[in-house]
């Protein structure tokens, strides 16, 4: 029972670290139609940013939370300048804009072990989640049930943006028809500039929010990007909705899968993907932001 | 460069001179240098070249960053001189894959004649080089694991004094049944051959003590999180783990997270000294037995550890301990040789004669495998004798000398098994 209850609650803790990385991801895809692989390196970096503003990068000591915000925005600064500087001028070229991601990302991961060296780095846990919940034979750390809250926090906040919003309006517009959306007088172009910096703040944040269960190591980002890509070809590129029961889908088959049949344990995180892209390739809720 | 520095007057003094008179003059002093020196003193004179296989990029960077540091502190101290000669140091990255590693091996071979070659960091890398390094004789000092190729495949131009994957893990499962009185362990270690290989070390030494693994897991090489694999660790008194990398950290966590009090053993990646100023508080108490420590007090390993400080402000692990005493090997094979490394059957035969007294890890010799049989240790890792401004220490708690990668077994009879693997040696009834 303990076991059962352990690992229930551990499939939605990761399910909703996965859904803070996929969301941003889904909905650039959606919108831009590339697959954005510096995805996992922003998750990276978000974290390596975290951690040094966690040890006084800025000369003061910044609690954890408001070093996961800073990372973030940091992070999604650095993705605004990426999808102006270098996605722009190749747009249109959908290829060529995949490759460059995934140049970009090398080069991401050998400055980061540059600046952060290879050793791999531990965040504490906030001291005021540090503590553990008892339930019936089971303990649970508090921090991994607020990891649950802060997901559906950003949830509900993305939710409110896309469906009450003139920018979600517009987003929603431009993912489902960018031609369309452009006549009608949107700036696709600038929405461009906005999705990319939101997915990758996004992907900057969950990597801190991340840290104290992951840890922060060179290599985290080539981890991470395929759970991304899984969520999101489950859940339907552009859709909200789709990343977040993808997430949760993806949590409780990695948990249980390595639980129960460790020895296939890639196999069946993988086998839902391949069963979507056979049977129903938009996803289980593509084409619906929402 | 040369003729900027000359002063002018003398340069149009120069320019003046017939070519003739040239000719004659340069003629003269090489003939004058060819007297001064016997011939084999020139050939001396030229550096001995070392090449050196490490992994600067991607998720193994970590260790091998650590092994080009050990590697530099070693030459620094010596001011780049072995068995008095100058030493070349010619740098390879290997990408930490086999193929990239055996264009770098062919490179330092072929392009860059190197007299020895240190590294490379992983089995899988070495795996690929092995046939490679004994075609062409080059004598290959490495930190990688794998336990064939000092046993059951040997090759002659390999010299191992870090340890076989399971040489740590006999000793550690000695421990555990004596001293810890453990009794039922449940083993989990990474989803590969460097896994298999010590957690079979393990299992073997602490079943011949009395001990019984209740069962074995084995993650993937990258698991994000290890709490699924922490929830079914149950029905024990202990745990024996065998990661590396970032794993340990990751593992050590998802573990206390899981809420499990139960002892953790592991070896020499999975309780590494660089992995101290990483470790939270999760990890006191986990037992390590490692080739190397950095809480060994002697001259040896104190001018080691200084010199890692004073050079790259880093605690060394044992990829940097290891390099650092491959390369006091090197030193001590080529003094033995005279110097001349161009006879590479008699270079090789005297780097496997070394026997040191005094390095960061303590007495160093080879059997005739060409794997070391050295001191382990078993540390215990908490706040005592912190050192450095490190918050946690491994302290050391007990040592085991002469320890060879037979362990108690006479040779022949452990050679008779198949090497450790997924499901050798087998669970019995527990």
Known sequence: ?290 | MFRKLTPRKENLAFRKMTRRALLAGTAAGTAAALARFPTPAIAQAAPFKLGLLTVKTGPLAQGGIQMEQGVLTYLKETNYTMGGRKVDLVSADTGGNPAGTKTKAQELIERDKVDAILGPLAAFELLAITDYIREQKTPTLSVAGADDLTQRRPNPYFLRAAAASSQAMQPMGHYAATEMKLKRVVTISEDFAFGYEQMGGFQSAFQQDGGCIVSKLWPPLVTPDYTPYAAQISDCDGVCQGFAGSNPLRFMKAYANTGLKYPVVTGETGGDDALLKSFGEEAIGLISCTPYTVDLDTAGNNRFVEGMLKNYDTIPGQYAAIMYVSCQVIAAGLQAVGGDASDKEKFMAALRAVSLTDTPRGPVKFDHFGNIVGTFYVRRLGTEGAKYGLKLWNKTIKTYENVSQFWTWPEQEFLAHPVYSRDYPPLTKC
């Open chain 1, 1 to 290: 029972m303990t076991f059962w209850l352990l690992l229930t609650v551990n499939s939605v803790t990761f399910g909703g670290l996965l859904f803070l990385l996929s969301a941003g991801f889904s909905l650039i895809f959606g919108l831009m139609r590339i697959p954005n692989l510096t995805h996992g390196s922003m998750f990276m970096v978000g974290a390596y940013l975290g951690t040094s503003l966690l040890s006084g990068a800025l000369g003061i000591t910044l609690n954890f939370w408001l070093a996961a915000v800073i990372g973030a925005v940091e992070v999604a600064l650095l993705g605004a300048l990426m999808e102006r500087l270098l996605l722009r001028r190749l747009a249109g070229q959908q290829l060529a804009q995949v490759l460059v991601t995934l140049g970009v990302s090398f080069m991401a991961a050998d400055l980061c072990l540059m600046g952060w060296g290879g050793d791999p780095i531990s965040v504490a846990t906030p001291p005021a989640l540090a503590g553990f919940l008892r339930f019936g034979g089971a303990v649970f750390p508090l921090y991994r049930l607020a990891v649950i809250l802060i997901a559906a926090v950003v949830a509900l906040a993305l939710w409110l943006m896309l469906e009450r919003t003139r920018l979600g309006a517009m987003i929603r517009a431009g993912v489902d028809d960018p031609q369309m959306a452009r006549v009608v007088g949107i700036r696709v172009s600038q929405l461009f500039t906005i999705v990319f910096a939101l997915g990758a703040g996004l992907a900057g944040f969950a990597g801190m929010i991340g840290g104290p269960i992951l840890s922060v190591y060179p290599g985290l980002d080539q981890d991470m990007l395929p759970l991304a890509l899984v969520v999101v070809i489950l859940g339907g590129t552009g859709s909200l909705l789709g990343s977040f029961v993808g997430s949760i889908i993806v949590g409780f088959i990695y948990n249980f899968g390595q639980a129960l049949l460790p020895e296939l344990a890639y196999f069946i995180l993988f086998l839902p993907m391949v069963l979507v892209l056979a049977l129903r390739p938009q996803g289980l809720f593509g084409g619906q932001v929402l």
